[in-house]
């Protein structure tokens, strides 16, 4: 099975940019999925494939990706964005299983 | 809009087993991988397992072996019974759905779009 390990948290100053990485074997073949929860919510999806936002993401959210370690770029930081974020994948072992990273705290100073 | 709404027993006693249903109201049930995901008090989020409307399963290794994801597709329906629980498997569970897409080079890059408000699942004694 594959891991994809994630720093425990970050902090921003409010309207400054900050990124958040995953590392892991399976994202030099599949694109990593980025996902916030709030606390006590559902997670939301932020981005997927290559840097594709779902309708009603915000565009300072962003994705980019380099051998083994994918980004979650915020750009402009709000109070709104404070929550842990999530990547994840698929298992590169060709089992289709999907994994999760270990998440990421962020918190807007 | 695609919408989730799951049920099932909050509070269970060991060895019993989790039982939750996930219904899926608007969209196309077929196309896309129906999904059940975890969450225990204070951690990270932990794949389950899903399944398609053919009833094709991927499961965690991990649970496989207490594990059966079904699928109802007259009633657009997918069920999650986890056996024999332990206070380990106390956690939010959500139902989800997940779908892929297709890079340049044909590889399916899988994400999960639309989730359920999670079902608070207690195993205590």
């Known amino acids: 099975s594959s891991e994809l390990t994630q720093d425990h948290a970050v902090s921003v100053a409010l309207g400054q940019t900050v990124r958040i990485t995953c590392q892991g074997d399976?994202?030099?073949?599949?694109?990593a999925t980025w996902y916030q929860q709030k606390p006590g919510q559902a997670p939301i999806l932020v981005i997927y494939?290559?840097?594709i936002r779902p309708s009603g993401i915000a565009d300072r959210f962003s994705g980019s990706s380099s051998g083994n370690t994918a980004s979650l770029t915020i750009t402009g930081a709000q109070a709104e964005d404070e929550a842990d974020y999530y990547c994840?994948?698929?298992?590169?072992?060709?089992?289709?299983?999907?994994?999760f990273g270990t998440g990421t705290k962020v918190t807007v100073l | 809009q695609v919408q989730l709404q799951q049920w099932g027993a909050g509070l269970l006693k060991p060895s019993e087993t989790l039982s939750l249903t996930c219904a899926v109201y608007?969209?196309?049930?077929?196309?896309?991988?129906w999904t059940w995901i975890r969450q225990s008090p204070g951690k990270g989020l932990e794949w389950i397992g899903e399944?398609?409307?053919?009833?094709?399963?991927n499961y965690n290794p991990s649970l496989q072996r207490r594990l059966i994801i079904s699928v109802d597709t007259s009633k657009n329906q997918f069920s999650l019974k986890l056996s024999s629980v332990t206070a380990a498997d106390t956690a939010v569970y959500y139902c989800?759905?997940?779908?892929?897409?297709?890079?340049?080079?044909?590889?399916?890059?899988?994400?999960?779009?639309?989730w359920g408000k999670g079902t608070t699942v207690t195993v205590s004694s």
């Open positions: 608007g969209g196309s049930f077929s196309g896309h991988y």
């Open positions: 989800a759905r997940s779908s892929q897409y297709f890079d340049w080079l044909a590889v399916g890059h899988y994400y999960t779009d639309v």
């Open positions: 494939g290559h840097n």
């Open positions: 399976s994202l030099r073949k599949f694109y």
């Open positions: 994840s994948s698929r298992d590169s072992s060709g089992d289709h299983l999907g994994v």
């Open positions: 399944i398609n409307h053919s009833g094709s399963t």
